[in-house]
């Protein structure tokens, strides 16, 4: 699975992805966005609709590091994470929307 994360701002982020290229021998039925600050897990985002690959996520602090993952899942199991770490603008536009 690639992911990445678009959209920066002070606040908030959009993350992407697409499919992972093997599906385990079974359709992708959900993926889950798993969002960490400084190890602790603050957001965990579950996406039950395998024809969305993106997700918008708000209400973080500005200058800020975050370890983003993302998991795709199957009727079987869930795979690996795809993670990278990502972070916030320090000035830019605020949103303390969370979708």
């Excluded at 590091?65 to 079987?76: G, L, T």
């Amino acid at each position: 699975m690639i992911f990445s994360a678009t959209d920066i701002q002070a606040t908030s982020l959009t993350v992407k992805w697409t499919a992972p290229v093997d599906d385990g021998g079974s359709p992708i039925t959900a993926y889950r966005v798993i969002i960490l600050k400084n190890g602790t897990e603050i957001k965990n985002e579950n996406v039950t609709d395998p024809g969305i690959t993106s997700l918008s996520i708000g209400d973080l602090e500005r200058d800020t590091e975050y370890n983003v993952k993302v998991f795709a899942r199957n009727i079987v199991f869930e795979g690996a994470a795809a993670q990278k770490t990502i972070r916030t603008k320090t000035n830019g536009e605020m949103s303390n929307e969370f979708y």
